[in-house]
């Protein structure tokens, strides 16, 4: 949570169920046997979900004005079929910072949805440019890795770029607070918007 008093650190999901987190842990044990264990910052399980849209410090007082401009832009917004699959890095392997597991639909309608509320959250959040959508979920934080390191962790996501981890019909869009903590982020639901 900030310091400031009114503000809060929130961000727009949607939630992954439990047997495609049981398989992400899976893919979490196998990746770190072998790899050093302090370059990399594990997510935790219930930290797991699908960003739609980080939107930073929020002021409350402006939260019910936001959740309202989500409702309206979730209304009408089919439920999604998604499937989590295959396991890459951002950037790239060569200098690898965020480790995830891929989520998409053959429709296209996450990114249309992704789209939509990115638009609807613009006069919520504070400004900042934003990479081009690749649904995912992080698994991992690469504080630094030295070569050999990187290319023993490339050859493992070589390895897994054809993994599936299930698929699920997503049936509601989150609101979610992210409290900083010292052991790391706490995440509540403020609201939650249904899709169709």
Not at 51 to 74: D, H, I, M, Q, Y
Not at 93 to 104: A, I, K, M, S
Not at 133 to 142: D, L, N, Y
């Amino acid at each position: 949570m900030s310091n400031e008093a009114g503000i809060i650190r929130a961000f727009v999901s949607i939630a992954i169920p439990e047997g495609v987190k049981d398989e992400i842990e899976r893919v979490q044990g196998a990746l770190r046997r072998g790899l050093p264990e302090k370059p990399l910052r594990w997510t935790k399980r219930d930290q797991f979900h699908l960003t739609l849209k980080f939107l930073g410090n929020v002021e409350t007082g402006r939260v019910p004005e936001l959740s309202e401009a989500l409702r309206n832009s979730c209304a009408g917004i089919a439920a999604l079929k998604l499937r989590a699959e295959r396991v890459g890095c951002f950037p790239g392997p060569r200098h690898p910072r965020v480790l995830w597991v891929g989520v998409r639909d053959d429709a296209e309608q996450l990114a249309e949805l992704q789209s939509g509320i990115a638009a609807t959250c613009g006069t919520f959040c504070e400004a900042r440019a934003d990479k081009p959508f690749t649904g995912h979920v992080t698994i991992a934080r690469v504080n630094e890795l030295k070569r050999p390191q990187a290319e023993a962790l490339a050859g493992r996501l070589r390895e897994l770029t054809e993994r599936r981890f299930g698929q699920w019909t997503a049936r509601e869009v989150r609101l979610m607070r992210s409290e900083l903590t010292p052991s790391g982020a706490v995440h509540s639901v403020l609201e939650v918007f249904p899709l169709v």
